[in-house]
């Protein structure tokens, strides 16, 4: 009989939505799971949580990390937990540090390689965009969207409109290289298009006036 315990840390990563943790927990303490340390954060709508537990020896990685996927649409990262693995920090004072700024490529790791570089060690973060700007390209269907003044004053966005026929015939090269990587996208699983919507031919005038009450998303086909 086994008595004796393993300790694993376990990310879960998957699209945010009610019941995660329920879930997850659940599924755990199915396979005799004692849950001793839990974070979770959700950055553009993807949940990730990183759990720390005991369970009996017999229950290997590979165990754990199946009875998480199995309990929703999860990806689950399993690892064993080694005592004195890690490298602790040494002693000193914790601050709390906030940087501003305007965004640009490498402000991320700049700031942390100098931390690093300084042996500050880095217990938690938080970084978002606040600054950015609207793409407006077109609009699928039904009525045109409003966007709230405020948001653009208080989040110091910025509006531009598009011309994309006009884009187009000024980039070709680049919209073929879109259009293929957008047809591989297609072809892995990534993009979903929109299935067309058929009339057939003796309905052309509604297909047509569908496509002016804007009812339609996506392509219409008129079949013979």
Known sequence: MNTGTAKYVINVVTRDQVGIIANVSDALFRLGGNLEALSQTVVWGW??????GTFPEDVAAGDIAT????????????????????????PGEPFVVTVKGDDKPGIVRRLTRC????????DDVWFEVHDGQFIVIGFASGAIP????????????????????????????????MLADIVVAIGDGRLSPVEPIAYPLDQAAQALQDQLDRKIVGKTVLVP
């Open 146 to 177: 409003q966007l709230p003044a405020n948001q653009v004053l208080l989040r110091n966005r910025r509006v531009t409109g598009v011309d994309w026929g006009a884009w187009v015939g000024r980039h070709q090269q680049e919209n073929n290289e």
């Open 47 to 52: 949940f990730t949580m990183i759990v720390c």
């Open 115 to 122: 931390f690093s570089e300084k042996g500050i060690n880095i």
């Open 67 to 90: 009875a998480v996927e199995n309990a929703g649409d999860y990806r689950a990262i399993v690892l064993p937990h080694r005592e004195g693995g890690a490298q602790a920090p040494g």
